[in-house]
């Protein structure tokens, strides 16, 4: 790390053990902006005092991109100096009293590209401050752990910008001379500065009144441009939801009397949580059944829910250093998936959800956690903080908050809440706190009595494997699992002590039902799964009164975020996949046969065999698609293969065009092996009367679309025109975006020859409907690789009039789509995904750090690469990390990948 350089002098790498208080709290800002696109004044008026815990000295504010036109000491002008992006002042009055600060200075939010701080979007002003914006607004103590109350006085141009926010309460407002007009807006809660926003701009919004329990009465806004008012509700829903879940499953009430949500086109991420105002991408407002698929509809409810759910975990509670980033994200995702899942009127429904969460960790957080960026859910250093709104600290940091709550149980989990909110309400805290609060107030929990020990999970990077090994006794009737854990080295962590591993476990006879559960030396037999507590590199557990030996289902609801590795025989998983009572391990059941085929597959020596999948699979997929009680959407979950990704991730030398061809193959094995139960699958499920996004209707329109999307790969081998004839009608009668959408994806991604002709009329339908051209784009740059075909039509799509690298959507939309969604596509015999990926890297670093260092990470796993992709995947990183002028961002990205 001492290796990174930046074009001032060498990189600070930014380590946990520093942590130092500030030298002075910063009580009150009074901010006011002139707001102009070309030239924005920021006059910024603290009141401060020194903090006297610590030892006196200078005050140093941090500033980016700012010209500072003058800076007053309580009142008067005074000596300062610039060190770097810091203003430091030397010469504060001595003494404990507070003092005022006065500092004026001007940015321009129209150069603004990066979309950190103050910037335009589509004529209207936008911040975004987590985690370091703020510094692009103003001189200020930008670190979480200064909290402040804020008063905010805007002023522009009032047949420009009539709408103006800011956080909080609006306290006045009215007409100024030269047509501008003013609004002063007065955040009753102390807020750090990440948690400051302002927008200004032609804004309407849907507004909905709501009493809370306690009979307050709340406002809740939803703005976006006058345009888009038909496609608000379900975000409107969704925030009331929101509402209502998090006083009823957490007693945390709104404590505001307004809560806005504000839609922008140009957003680096997903959403952002400021006090009362929050800041959403359009992706996750805008929605209606013409223009959003179900998956849009999800996301919505669960982004809405997770930045709603962050004013308490996160606005109330607070980071002290970003270092604990995790303590409001971890949390917060924990809270949007128990939300989402509380929301499902069935248990079955809860469990898919539980799926698709698991699979984002496995697919995108466990190849994290191998890989050269991998870091612990509380990491020990960073250079750019922005590298670190990982997979790890979100998802990985809800698994731990969610073992937590199994090792208290949901009552405990709630109690534990309670204590912490009692506590810390208000403050700047550490994951230690959480984690303690949780166990004290559970005193008499494994959690409590391991705390230490299950600590490591915030400390030690890297996924742990888990091995189980069962072996029955006819002759006491007994049989003993064995689970050992082990756990690579990670970067800088050579050596890993035992995690503790919640182990939620039932056994299953040859019949497939349940034992009872009856241990040597302990206890009552019990029906149904228990949760093993694992604190040992290797323990046993031996059960009485077997009679046969059963079959274990481990690690039931994916209870511990570990890779769990069981010599299960095919019989073994095909009855786990018939009869497990959990719906999790009957998917994962499915999933490890699949993966087995495909893992033979691929390293078979020779030609790619063109039926990989065996007469058993084919009938247990069969089975679970006809089958009379199963749900649809779980039952496209299970016939859903393992993606290339997971499979990669499976082997140590990774040749990304066979795992491309072998799956390709069982796809169309699958296409044409259950030909006829696609069609009654479609035909059954194709009709979903009126459009609702719940979860029955979605998982309808999900086995539709993908027994459509297998009819039409079954015609592509014969011929037969009649299913792309029919999908084509459906592309053109759809009563709603997802049966389109997935009509059209069926069509593309079988490479039909009707898909150009459907791909111009989805074009021309919603020419003005920017989200949806995300999608055209998105689809086209992720279609299946046929000899090379998609590169050069990803190279067209950059070229297409539509095409605009700044819109971060639009950019995430072919680029992203083409570099980390499609391997098939991307890694090239001919080194040619590498060269583009390289040069969209460096082009976007030019204008936005932010976007560019995530592409940057789609080259993570280089090392696992078969020749000749391993080397020229890392020529294609040499190249970018030679270029001299690099953002920390990507530079960091880099260098950790070309590290040893
Ligand atoms: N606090 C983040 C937004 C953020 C992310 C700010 C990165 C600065 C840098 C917000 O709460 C968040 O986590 N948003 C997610 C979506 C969420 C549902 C996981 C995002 O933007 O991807
Ligand atoms: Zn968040």
């Known amino acids: 790390m001492s290796l990174l350089r930046e074009a001032n002098g060498p990189t600070t790498v930014i380590r946990r053990e520093d942590y130092a208080a500030p030298a002075y709290w910063i009580d009150t800002v009074e901010l006011s902006f002139d707001l102009d696109p070309a030239k924005t004044r920021v006059l910024n008026k603290m009141r401060l005092r020194r903090n006297t815990d610590v030892a006196a000295q200078a005050l140093r504010l941090d500033g980016e991109e700012l010209n500072l036109a003058r800076v ?30 006065e500092i004026f200075t001007t940015c321009e939010p129209d150069k603004n590209t990066q979309l950190m701080g103050l910037y335009v979007s589509q004529g ?38 009539p709408v103006l926010l800011s956080n909080g309460n609006l306290v006045e407002e009215g007409v100024l001379p030269d047509g501008r007009h003013f609004a002063k807006w007065v955040d009753p809660h102390k807020k750090p500065c990440y948690l400051f926003a302002l927008v200004a701009g032609q804004l309407v919004a849907r507004e909905q009144r709501i009493v809370a329990r306690n009979g307050n009465e709340h406002l809740l806004q939803v703005y976006v441009r006058p345009g888009d008012m038909d496609k608000t509700e379900h975000a409107m829903n969704s925030l009331i939801a929101s509402v209502v879940w998090d006083e009823a499953r957490f007693g945390l009430p709104l404590d505001l009397e307004r809560f806005m949500i504000v839609a922008t086109a140009d957003f680096n991420m997903g959403a952002m949580e400021n006090k009362g105002l929050n800041i959403f991408n359009t992706k996750y407002v805008l929605a209606n059944s013409a223009t959003a698929t179900d998956t849009d509809f999800a996301n919505i409810e669960s982004v809405v829910g ?4 962050h004013n308490w975990t996160g606005n109330r509670i607070t980071c002290r250093d970003w270092f604990q980033l995790s303590l409001k994200e971890g949390l917060t995702v924990f809270r949007d998936q128990e939300f989402s899942m509380d929301l499902c009127a069935e248990a079955s429904a809860r469990a898919v959800k539980r799926i698709e969460d698991v699979r984002v960790l496995r697919t995108a957080q466990f190849p994290e956690d191998a890989g050269p960026m991998a870091h612990p859910v509380r990491p020990d250093s960073y250079v750019e903080i922005n590298n670190f709104y990982t997979v790890t600290i979100y998802e990985k940091g809800a698994e731990v908050v969610r073992m937590m709550q199994t090792l208290v149980g949901r009552a405990g989990f709630a109690a534990g809440m309670k204590l912490y909110f009692a506590r810390h309400d208000g403050q700047a805290v550490t994951c230690d706190d959480f984690a303690q609060a949780m166990a004290d107030a559970n005193p008499q929990s494994d959690l409590a009595r391991l705390l230490p020990q299950f600590k490591r999970w915030y400390s030690q990077a890297g996924t742990p494997h888990l091995h189980a090994e069962g072996v029955f006794d006819a002759a006491t009737r007994s049989y003993t699992l064995t689970l050992t854990q082990r756990c690579d080295p990670s970067p800088a962590q050579p050596a890993k002590q035992p995690f503790v591993i919640p182990v939620a476990l039932g056994l299953l006879d040859a019949n497939g039902t349940e034992l009872p559960l009856q241990l040597a030396h302990w206890g009552q037999p019990e029906a149904g799964t228990r949760t093993f507590v694992l604190t040992e590199a290797s323990e046993s557990f031996t059960f009485v009164n077997v009679d ?10 994916f209870s511990a975020p570990v890779v769990l590795e069981v ?31 495909a893992l033979n597959a691929i390293r078979t020596q020779g030609p790619v065999p ?8 084919l009938a247990a997929m069969r089975a679970v698609l006809r089958h009379p009680a199963l749900d649809a959407a779980f039952k496209e979950l299970v016939l859903t293969l393992p993606s290339e990704s997971y499979i990669a991730e499976q082997l140590d030398v990774v040749d990304p065009q066979r795992i491309h061809a072998v799956r390709e193959a069982m796809r169309e094995q699958l296409a044409h092996g259950l030909h006829d139960d696609w069609v009654w699958a479609y035909e059954a499920h194709k009709d979903n009367g009126a459009y609702s996004p719940d979860p029955l209707g979605t998982g309808r329109r999900a086995l539709a679309g993908m027994a459509l999307t297998m009819l039409c790969l079954a015609a592509r081998s014969n011929g037969n025109p009649v299913w792309p004839g029919k999908a084509y009608q459906r592309f053109k009668d759809a009563g709603n975006m997802t049966d389109r959408f997935n009509a059209l994806s069926a069509l593309v991604v079988s490479g039909q020859p009707l898909a150009p002709d459907a791909l111009n009329r989805f074009h021309s339908m919603f020419r003005s409907e920017a989200l949806v051209i995300d999608k055209w784009f998105a689809l086209q740059a992720g279609a299946p690789d046929r000899s090379g075909n998609v590169l050069p039509a990803v ?16 950019a995430r939309s072919v680029i992203f789509s083409y570099c980390s969604a499609n391997p098939g596509g991307f890694h090239r015999a001919d080194a040619a995904g590498y060269v583009f990926w390289s040069e969209r890297v460096i082009e976007l670093d030019g204008f936005n750090p932010q976007v560019a260092a995530r592409l940057a990470r789609a080259l993570d796993r280089w090392k696992k690469l078969a020749e000749p992709y391993r080397s020229a995947a890392r020529e294609a990183i040499a190249r970018v990390a030679a270029k001299p002028d690099l953002s920390n961002d990507v530079r960091e990205v880099v260098t950790r990948s070309l590290a040893d």
């Open 548 to 557: 046969s030996e059963p079959v274990p289902s481990i690690l039931r609801g």
């Open 610 to 617: 063109n039926a990989p999948l065996d007469a058993a699979y």
């Open 795 to 810: 190279r067209q799509l950059l070229v297409h009039p539509d095409f605009n690298l700044r819109n971060p959507n639009r």
């Open 567 to 597: 010599d299960y025989t095919d019989a073994q998983l095909l009855g786990l996949l018939a009869f497990d009572t959990d719906a999790f391990n009957r998917w994962e059941a499915g999933q490890r046969l699949a993966l087995r085929l």
């Open 306 to 309: 997770h930045e709603y759910f």
């Open 72 to 101: 007053l000491v309580n009142g008067a002008g005074c000596s300062f100096k610039m060190e770097g992006h810091q203003l430091v002042l030397e010469n504060l009055p001595e003494g404990d009293a507070p003092f005022d600060l």
């Open 124 to 161: 209207t002003f936008f911040t975004q401050c987590e985690a370091e914006g703020f510094r692009r607004i103003t001189y200020f103590l930008d670190r979480p752990d200064v909290m402040a109350s804020y008063t905010v006085t805007l002023r522009a141009d009032k047949k420009r910008y």
